[in-house]
């Protein structure tokens, strides 16, 4: 069982930048892929960015594409997304998740592809 925390949310203005760490208990971390989904109200939950075990590879969503980024420090357990340019739009519940089956894998952009989520936290972007 892998225990994941999302930390460093909160509300901004517009234009604005923050970053969220995910922590998982696990000390095997660096083994797995991880990815960052979001929520808004009313809507699905989506893909927003993704990095294999080794950190070489990362994907990204179209629509966080060059603002958005992924990254993660096994010495430390920790996996992030830094936000940058932040819009209204990317107000939502961002989850942390973790794929232990498919590490490798480049291209996973579906929720059933991960095994283990974080509990979310909020960020809100105001105009």
């Known amino acids: 069982q892998v225990h994941l925390v999302e930390t460093g949310g909160g509300s901004v203005q517009a234009g604005a930048s923050l970053t969220l760490s995910c922590a998982p208990s696990?000390?095997?971390?660096?083994?797995?892929?991880m990815g960052w989904f979001r929520q808004a109200p009313g809507k699905e939950r989506e893909f927003v960015g993704r990095?294999?075990?080794?950190?070489?590879?990362?994907r990204y969503a179209d629509s966080v594409k060059g603002r958005f980024t992924v990254s993660r420090d096994n010495a430390e357990n920790t996996f992030y997304l830094t936000m940058n340019s932040l819009e209204p739009e990317d107000t939502a519940i961002y989850y942390c998740?973790?794929?232990?089956?498919?590490?490798?894998?480049?291209?996973?952009?579906?929720?059933?592809?991960?095994?283990?989520w974080g509990q979310g936290i909020q960020v809100t972007v105001s105009s």
């Open positions: 998740a973790a794929d232990t089956d498919a590490p490798y894998r480049v291209v996973a952009e579906d929720s059933g592809a991960y095994q283990y």
């Open positions: 990095m294999t075990w080794s950190g070489i590879s990362t």
């Open positions: 696990e000390r095997t971390f660096s083994l797995y892929a």
